[in-house]
């Protein structure tokens, strides 16, 4: 007799009930399911930015979705490290803890006990991790680009999720200034494509706020100093000075602050503003002098649609950034955070001990700037056409016809679909007329006994409700057109 392995009856799979109704399942806080339209519209933005990645000459890559522990933990600072989802090592695990671990339930004891990998927080890191792995395999300067979902235990809320897709492009390998000016140019290509107009790139420099930093004997306190800047828009002046005083930074050293907190005007009076601001800080210079390049660069050039603009409390990433910072804004009116950002980093591989590598890169906010084209109704109304035409099944014979003028379709690049339950009534027949509405599939095909008997189709045109008997070839035409 022969042993039957893995064969489970369903009356053995338990049904978990409350209220005489079975537990609806649910998806984390954060995540989210997505259906044929929300699918098409997010691959018409990922396409989309692809293209331009490939017209600028960016090489793709993909890395692991988690990584050694080691590869991402102290890279992102402690509110980063904090956001990491930790993987559990596979096994008995807790059996390595000994009492004494077990009982002080420290974390940073326990968890690199427990946890020897983690999903990544980003694609930046990773990338850091894949060059000094391969830097024998590739050639200098490197451009890349990569489309991968990363993980953050964030609180979920508009705009921000736990699980989501970022797009990166990046240049390891030169300190040219010209990159940042390409990828300045590349934000606008971007959103040009998209259809997205009135898109702002902020732009800053990692020195300019360490010569402010400077000049008001704050160097000590830049990270402290540069944060409370940073909420200058969202809590206004007194409240950030107020947050400023609160770290310890002196009231000297806030009035030496004014001008920037009334800093006005074009890209090029500002920074004639922080010029005199800037005039005692070399480093400061130097970021100004940085940025002055890349606006005159742009100016040049010309933008399509985005605008550069300056603003020195922009202050991202400053863990790692070491020169321009880049945030884009989505157009006036439209309530969502940052859809992109970026900037130039001097030695992040140096993490890994690759030194002196200097890169500059960005990354588009795929899903914002999904809530952002929907707000504004920019997808193209094409964009979720799957089924062009259904072919109504009357059965046996009627069907295998059908499925050979299909089957030619589909040759031609056509859509085309074949009910699979035949129609033996007439509310059956309704039946598939309903489908072919609910999918929005525009056309639907009667083949019926008349029709085959002839070899005629005679198309219906589900919007007007107007019916044509066509040949194959008459048929053909009209789907194609």
């Not at 992102?76 to 000994?98: A, Q, V, W």
């Not at 072919?436 to 639907?444: C, M």
């Amino acid at each position: 007799m022969t042993e039957q392995k893995n064969k489970v009856s369903f009356k053995e799979i338990p049904t978990f009930v409350g209220n005489n109704m079975a537990q609806k399942p649910s998806i984390p806080k954060g995540t989210r399911d997505f259906n044929a339209t929300e699918v098409a519209k997010r691959s018409y933005i990922m396409e989309t930015i692809k293209e331009q990645f490939q017209i600028f000459g960016f090489q793709p890559i993909e890395t692991p979705s988690f990584e050694n522990s080691d590869t991402l933990m102290g890279k992102y600072g402690d509110e980063g490290d904090r956001l990491i989802f930790k993987i559990l090592n596979s096994g008995e695990f807790l059996k390595k803890i000994s009492d004494d671990d077990y009982n002080a339930k420290s974390e940073s004891v326990m968890t690199p006990k427990i946890s020897e990998k983690a999903l990544r927080y980003d694609l930046t890191v990773p990338f850091a991790r894949y060059v000094v792995q391969h830097q024998n395999d590739i050639e200098f300067p490197f451009k890349r680009y990569q489309i991968q979902p990363v993980w953050r235990a964030d609180r979920p809320q508009k705009g921000r999720f736990r699980e989501f897709f970022q797009c990166d492009a990046d240049v390891v390998g030169s300190k040219s200034l010209f990159q940042e000016v390409e990828f300045v140019q590349l934000y606008d290509a971007v959103f040009s494509a998209l259809q997205l107009e009135g898109v702002t790139i902020k732009i800053n420099n990692r020195k300019i706020l360490s010569g402010i930093a400077e000049v008001i004997g704050a160097q000590d306190k830049l990270i402290d100093f540069t944060v409370a800047l940073d909420k200058l828009d969202k809590i206004g002046e007194e409240k950030v000075k107020e947050e400023m005083r609160g770290k310890g930074i002196s009231e000297d050293g806030i009035s030496k602050l004014q001008p920037l907190f009334s800093l006005k005007g074009d890209f090029g009076n500002q920074i004639e503003s922080l010029k005199s601001i800037l005039s005692t800080s070399e480093i400061g210079l130097k970021g100004i002098e940085e940025l002055e390049f890349i606006n005159t660069a742009i100016s040049n050039l010309k933008l399509k649609t985005a605008t550069l603009q300056l603003d020195v409390t922009l202050a991202r990433g400053l863990n790692y950034y070491t020169g321009a910072i880049f945030e884009v804004s989505a157009p006036e009116g439209v309530k969502m955070g940052s859809i992109g950002g970026g900037g130039r980093y001097d030695d992040l591989t140096g993490i890994f001990g690759l030194k002196d590598m200097s890169g500059v890169g960005i990354s588009f906010g795929l899903d914002r700037i999904y809530l952002v084209l929907e707000e504004l109704d920019l997808f193209p109304s094409t964009i979720a056409d799957s089924t062009k035409v259904l072919f109504i099944n009357f059965g046996e014979e009627e069907a295998l016809f059908s499925l050979g003028a299909v089957t030619k379709l589909r040759r031609a690049n056509v859509k085309a679909e074949l009910f699979p339950d035949a129609a033996v009534s007439g509310k059956q027949m309704k039946k598939q007329m309903n489908y072919a509405n609910r999918r929005h599939i525009p056309f639907v095909v009667i083949m019926g006994e008349e029709e085959l008997k002839s070899e005629v189709f005679t198309l219906k045109n589900m919007a007007s409700g107007e019916q044509q008997k066509l040949d194959f070839d008459a048929l053909l035409d009209v789907l194609k057109n």
